[in-house]
């Protein structure tokens, strides 16, 4: 058993699941091996949204702490052989085709939370929970958290968040923009279906075009950015959604995607 388990609905929805309730949802080697190659899988023309979630109760306590002296490898990085597992889920979840959604119920501690950041959305139970207590354990933040509060809340926020472990409430971290949209407790998770059907119902190639932009103009130049945009319509224009969004404006109908 992994730990995670996934499916591709009729719709071209994709829901991933964090399994490991005797743990919280915390993620052992295992795990972050499993999750990296299951999301790597999804990432392909069917798939038109996904969600990640660790069920109803809790997203994830993080890394399993219990398991990190039996890391795998050898040599000065050995302790950080897990980190490399870790940095391929974060990179299949930001490079992914699709929009992912994060469900967020109980609690997303640690580099749970860094898995949380990494995704396009972010839906959480009111009652939900955030904290990095790294520090507090001897460790150094991992899952490229660090990197993620600083762009999302600047370098203080950030460092307030790091440094001093402490919990952020749902409520606050949506205020702060680090949480989409907040929903009564147990209904993150078919709040985030809702919202990925609605994705996946919608013109795929425009989304997605939208989503990479998204995902890069924080890195980029308005220059840059531009050159992208200007590259993204070009590629968008072939798309046959186009034509059905036009054909359905001036008929005045919703419209049909493919």
């Known amino acids: 058993m992994t730990g995670v388990h996934s499916r591709v609905d009729d719709d071209g929805v994709a829901v991933v699941t964090l399994d490991r309730p005797q743990a919280r949802n ?7 091996e499993s999750l990296g190659e299951q999301l790597a899988g999804l990432d392909r023309d069917d798939v038109r949204a996904v969600v990640l979630t660790g069920g109803d109760r809790w997203f994830s306590a993080g890394g399993d702490v219990t398991s990190m002296g ?5 040599g000065v990085t050995a302790p950080a052989a897990r980190v490399r597992l870790a940095h391929r889920v ?5 490079t992914c085709r699709a929009p992912v959604i994060a469900a967020v119920e109980g609690f997303a501690v640690g580099a749970a939370w860094g898995l949380v950041l990494s995704c396009d959305l972010v839906v959480a139970s009111r009652e939900a929970f955030f ?3 790294f520090a507090q354990r001897a460790l150094v933040a991992d899952a490229g958290l660090a990197w993620s509060l600083s762009r999302h809340v600047g370098h203080q926020r950030a460092a307030e968040l790091l440094l001093l472990g402490e919990r952020l409430p749902a409520d606050r971290a949506h205020e702060l923009g680090l949480v989409t949209r907040l929903v009564a407790p147990g209904e993150a998770g078919e709040s985030a279906l809702a919202l990925a059907r609605r994705l996946a119902a919608g013109p795929a190639d425009a989304i997605a075009l939208t989503t990479s ?3 890069r103009a924080p890195d980029r130049t308005l220059d840059g950015f531009l ?3 200007h590259v993204a319509v070009a590629l968008n224009g072939h798309s046959p959604d186009l034509a059905e969004g036009r ?3 001036l008929e005045k109908r919703p419209p049909r995607f493919r």
Do not use: H, I, K
């Open 90 to 94: 974060v990179r299949a979840l930001t």
């Open 227 to 229: 050159d992208d945009e």
């Open 26 to 32: 915390a993620l052992d080697w295992a795990a972050w």
């Open 70 to 74: 039996s890391n795998p490898g050898s």
């Open 131 to 133: 904290a990095a207590p």
């Open 213 to 215: 932009l998204l995902r």
């Open 247 to 249: 054909q359905a404006f």
